[in-house]
């Protein structure tokens, strides 16, 4: 007893828990405009999302626990999130380069193009893995990976059959860090590759039946007769689903080259249509930078990558995903420009990234006392080529191929398209500005529904200004003027947000989205807002009250609808 | 009953290290191995600043008030790092999607402080970070000292001043 309490003495000095916590709970109002009743509402007048981190390190052992409760899931989440418990828990230690974690744990391979565990609150998003993970460095410049693990499917404990398990190693080689010979050379190379593998007790999988006639002569009439042979037919899913990928990074002076090669096995699944094709993805990136100067291009092209640790498993909240393919768009910061937002196509898509940012020097004739940034972007996604197979005992592609494609082949169909400008520039001590232009072209049908046609496309131009006044060191005026002018969809909006700081405490801004140009009369709705924030250290209390439009909210390329709703909303975030 | 277990293992662990703690220090520095802006492997526990205070934020290419916060800061750091040699690592959250702009945007905004990617967010749960911008001052000995979370306009004035307070030994509030 007196070893144990001296032990835990030991152990437990020099400890320290830190931690975090965030509350967003609303109240629902019943809307006549945007068609909100109590029973739209099923009752639910109330939602709240809430979770708390709490974390412990002593030296090199630490151990966590997330602590999360729906209570109802606030609108626009997963019914199946409704409940509280603990989705998260792990212990690490790190003894020399090996550092082990067991429970549950977040990775990512690469640039997750296979393996990539992650959560987003905002979104409602969490595939973290439940099992072990270790992390070793057997010589300086190399590092090597291993998991094997469940996945996180809502509240739904993991038991033999329900999903698969997942297995992986990841291997970084940092090459100048490993040869002395190369160690004072400026061109700096790493390589690296994992493997995944995913094993799953597949269920009954369909049969199909194919009758075939044939003809026999009777042998006492001598009359033919037709006979039918009749075949039954099963799908034979797989066990086990490998993939793997590869990767270089190679840097020298201002320039940056990255890519990364991904193959995965026949994976007949239900967001692939049960097509045995294998699957393939190339992601890359290349950079110039020097100061003042920054130049990004980016190109994927990814075939049938949809991966999941179960085979089912497929719709909106997208759930039990093991790797993840980021969208090739650049995310905006102005709330306009984000009504037609893009998600990638994991069953093909090939993608393209320009951009450039360009300080005009302080104090040049174009550049202004404070010099000014001007930022360019483009990107675009589009089909790749298929020609379809159709298997003669489905009659659909499930159980074939599905179809062929050639490497990097780039089909007809524009899934999106985005120029955008960004200008900024600080006028005085007290005004800045920024202006921004974006040009989109959205394909509803493509994004939206799955459906590969060009026949719903939008057209939007997004003009933005964002002037900030400041009139002492403490209070500020901000105000954003936007505008989204389109002839399709929802038609035009208008948007005017002012919003008045008082650093480090206060903030106050209302705010109103006005979709005044669209085609239903009854539908040219005033989305305002009205918001309140208190910060103090690291809490941060905000109270918001209006209308919430209907869309998607995208983080990092995986979105989720949000319905319309009215009402108020809290949020307290805090760290300690 | 296993997590009734977790729970109470964790009061006690709150506790011991709550009565223990004398310092202002909220806790240590992390050790986790996040990237250089070149891509090349970092562990945090590297972070340093030869005894004198760090300013740590957490940002993204595509968060606002973040890339506000730091141009506002670049135009100041310079002098900052003159008068107190407090130095600024920008730790960017950006994930697979982003992570390779970081290093043209930050070139391409002319940005004089360190950089550090936390692709998957490893740093970013390790100090318990909700929501970028979230802004960390760290001490000379590597103990998180004092944070706060989002940015206004002329919040950059509130940390140098915290800054400040923490060379000259006084007490924050």
Known sequence: MISVASWSQNFLEG?????????????????????ITDSTLNFRKFGMNAFG???YTNGDFSAGLRFESYLNPMLGFDDRFEGVGIPYWFAKYKVGTLEMTAGHFYEQFGSGLILRGWEEWTLGYDNNFYGFNAHFSPVKGVMLKGLVGNQRYFWEPYEAGNRGIVRGIDGDFYLNDMFGSMAESKTKISIGGSFVSKYEKTQNSPTYTVDSSYSVLDTISGEPIEMINQKTYQLVYPNNVGSWAARANIANGGFNFYVEYAEKGNDPNESNNYIYKKGQAIYSTLSYSQKGLGIFLSTKWIDNMGFKSKLSESGNPSMLDINYLPAISKEHPYSLATVYPYATKPNGEFGFQGQIIYTIPKKSTLGGKYGTTITLNYSSAQSIQKDTIISPITGTMTGSDGYETNFFSIGDILFYQDVNLLIEKKFST??????AYYNQTYNKNVVEEDIFDEHH??????????????????NSLRMELQGLWTKEDKGDWAALLLEYNVSPKWFFSVQDEFNYGNPVGDDQIHYYNVSFGYNQKSNRISLRYGRQREGLLCVGGVCRYVPASTGLTLTITSSF | MKNLLLVSLFLLFSVAAFSQEESKALFSLPSVNVKNVSGEPFNTKDISNDGKPIILTFW????KPCMKEHDAINEVYEEWVEETGVKLYA???????SSKRVLPTVNGKGWEFDVLLDPNGDLKRAMNVNIPPHTFIVNGNGEVVWQHVGYLEGDEMEYIEIVEKVIAGEKLD
């Open chain 1, 15 to 35: 400890g320290r828990v830190n931690g975090n916590v965030q509350m967003d709970a609303q109240y629902y109002s019943e809307d006549d405009k945007l068609g």
């Open chain 1, 53 to 55: 981190n709490v974390n």
């Open chain 1, 430 to 435: 007290k005004v800045k500005a920024k202006i």
């Open chain 1, 457 to 474: 496309i939008v057209y939007a131009n997004i003009g933005v200004v964002d002037l900030t006044y400041k009139f002492d060191r403490r």
């Open chain 2, 60 to 63: 993204a290419t595509w968060c």
């Open chain 2, 91 to 97: 730790v960017s959250i950006d994930n697979a999607r």
